[in-house]
């Protein structure tokens, strides 16, 4: 089993910049790829960026150039850089990570944003 933990949320305005971690334990050498995902209300859980074991990325069309994600694999820590930040990132953010070959997946419990002036 893995257990991720995220931090780093808060209320920001409009412009600003929030940084989340994502810590993993637990049996993290199954650790494959790594990715946060952001649901708003009333809407579906998305993909925000994603990052494989490798440091190969991905980036939702919505936050390319503004996020950058990241992984220290010495520290077990997943990061979301976040700059330019805007009303409609307001969401909750959640640390996914997936096994090597695929066959599970674990969740955060997530952590809150608001972009609001």
């Known amino acids: 089993q893995v257990q991720l933990v995220e931090s780093g949320g808060g209320l920001v305005q409009p412009g600003g910049s929030l940084r989340l971690s994502c810590a993993a334990s637990g049996s993290i050498f199954n650790i494959g790829a790594m990715g946060w995902y952001r649901q708003a209300p009333g809407k579906q859980r998305e993909l925000v960026a994603e990052i494989s074991s490798g440091g190969m990325t991905n980036y939702a069309d919505s936050v390319k150039g503004r996020f950058t994600i990241s992984r220290d694999n010495a520290k077990n820590t997943l990061y979301l850089r976040m700059n330019s930040l805007k009303p409609e990132d307001t969401a909750v953010y959640y640390c996914?990570?997936?096994?090597?070959?695929?066959?599970?997946?674990?969740w955060g419990q997530g952590t809150q944003v608001t972009v609001s002036s």
């Open positions: 996914h990570a997936e096994r090597w070959d695929s066959i599970a997946v674990w």
